[in-house]
């Protein structure tokens, strides 16, 4: 793909992102492209309650010479255009990676359920003061699990990433496998618009393979819903799960607004009622917040590795503020505000633990990584066993849970909404 950059952010040359009114199609869109030489690669419907009006936003291809910027003007002059904008291109944060202690034991203790796989290095899981930690600094998992561990029909949650290795040993068992699609026979047995697509959507290739070459996606995956009590590895928040992988980045983390939307469309068609986006830091792009504010998922969206104050530099997506997204800040062991961590004190709706997180990785392997991306999932796994627990709530009933349910902490009301930080067993009782 060519980029060129403007005025500060890459997007691809001569491709845009166009929301039509609405009305009819095809003959609109094929009269909207005929009029400016495009051809239309993508194609999305939107509507629903979040948004102002029913749209249609095409993922389009200028012809060779045009000059994007200009073309960008002239079509968002256009009376049939609701907004038109760059094919912006996105870089995944460089992961932070950090050592891993060895194991030690950990002493059960009553009203808790401690499954045989609960490392000692999941302090963010149950911290008993381990490793030089705060006791109790932790989601209160072991005192959740003692209620609810999930479900293997579950909700499905979408990992909206660099994919996941759906072959690890620790994680096959609570990957989402689609119905209706027979794996390998080079056919779209379920006509859902992609051929073999068995464990989710390669968004960035559009094709029926999500698996993580990266290594991040399925680092977040273990946090979410890592088999629980199997005698190996970690346990996740859910011990049993349904994941679905949407592979939005490619294994070098690069992606674009319309491999975020067709992972988006893809995630919300397909059934996913919560998603977990450990990614951001682009610009402002209304095709997404409107993407986002058209599923009825809950987005779990991470509040970035900056350190910097979003209620004054907005970061996105987490800054779109929708009913139907909830914004994630990182915690240390300590229970203090990791020193990368973005924050914002009416833009930032809850902490979780996000140093030293220890999950899986692909090729049957763990290890330890920092991060808001490391918080998301920890949020993300939540909404999953509240949904779980309680199928009948929707985005913003689980939403209420998840902040009602929070420790307030002391020192955090400057960085996130009420000074939240997740506790799983909160949840599950608000
Ligand atoms: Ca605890
Ligand atoms: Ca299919
Ligand atoms: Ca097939
Ligand atoms: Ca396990």
């Known amino acids: 793909m ?17 929301a039509l009114r ?4 095809p003959a609109g869109d094929n009269s909207f492209a005929e009029k400016y030489g495009c051809s239309i690669q993508d194609c999305f419907e939107m509507g629903g309650p979040n948004l102002q009006s029913e749209q249609r936003i095409l993922h389009i291809k200028m012809p060779e010479g045009m000059n994007t910027e200009k073309a960008l003007a002239e079509m968002s002059k256009d009376p ?9 291109i996105y870089q995944l944060d460089p992961d932070i990676a950090t050592d891993t202690p060895p194991a030690q034991t950990t ?11 609960l490392d000692s290095r999941l302090w963010g899981m149950n911290n008993t003061g381990q490793n030089g930690g705060t006791a109790n600094a932790d989601i209160n998992a072991p005192e959740a699990w003692a209620i609810h561990t999930g479900r293997a029909d579950g909700p499905i949650i979408a990992v909206i990433d660099t994919g996941i290795d759906y072959r690890h040993p620790d994680l096959a068992k609570n990957l989402w496998v689609n119905p209706g699609e027979i794996a390998g026979n080079g056919k779209d047995d379920d006509g859902n618009g992609v051929i073999d697509d068995v464990f989710g959507y390669n968004a960035f290739d559009n094709s029926g393979d999500p698996l993580d070459g990266n ?18 590895g970690v346990v996740g928040v859910n011990h049993q799960a349904q994941m679905m992988a949407v592979k939005i980045f490619n294994d070098k983390g690069e992606t674009n607004s319309a491999a975020i939307l067709r992972g988006i469309e893809y995630a919300t068609k397909n059934g996913a009622t919560i998603t977990s986006n450990s990614w951001g ?18 987005h779990i969206m991470a509040a970035g590795n900056n350190g910097g104050d979003n209620d004054k530099k907005p970061n996105y997506p987490s800054n779109y503020e929708l009913d139907n997204s909830l914004a994630v800040a990182a915690s240390d062991r300590r229970d203090k505000k990791a020193s990368f961590s973005q924050f914002g004190k009416t833009t930032v709706d809850l ?8 999950s899986t990785l692909p090729n049957n392997r763990y290890g330890s990584l920092s991060g808001t991306s490391m918080a998301t999932p920890h949020v993300a796994g939540a909404a999953g066993l509240v949904a779980s627990a309680f199928p009948e709530l929707d985005a913003a009933a689980i939403k209420a849970k998840l902040l009602e349910g929070a420790d307030k902490l002391k020192g955090w009301e400057s960085f996130v909404v009420d000074g939240n930080r997740l506790n799983l067993e909160g949840a599950l009782k608000a």
């Open 215 to 232: 290594g991040h996606g399925t680092h977040c995956a273990g946090t979410i819903g890592a088999v629980g009590n199997n005698n190996l």
């Open 351 to 358: 902490a979780a633990p996000g140093v030293d997180i220890y």
């Open 2 to 18: 060519q980029t060129q950059t403007s005025p500060s952010r890459p997007f691809a040359a001569g491709e845009a992102i166009v």
């Open 281 to 298: 830091g682009g610009p402002y792009s209304q095709a997404q917040r409107d993407a986002f504010a058209a599923s009825p998922a809950l």
């Open 80 to 88: 049939n255009v609701l907004y038109a904008e760059p094919n912006y």
């Open 22 to 25: 609405g009305g009819s199609r």
């Open 107 to 117: 002493p059960p203790s009553p009203g808790t359920l401690i499954p045989n796989d």
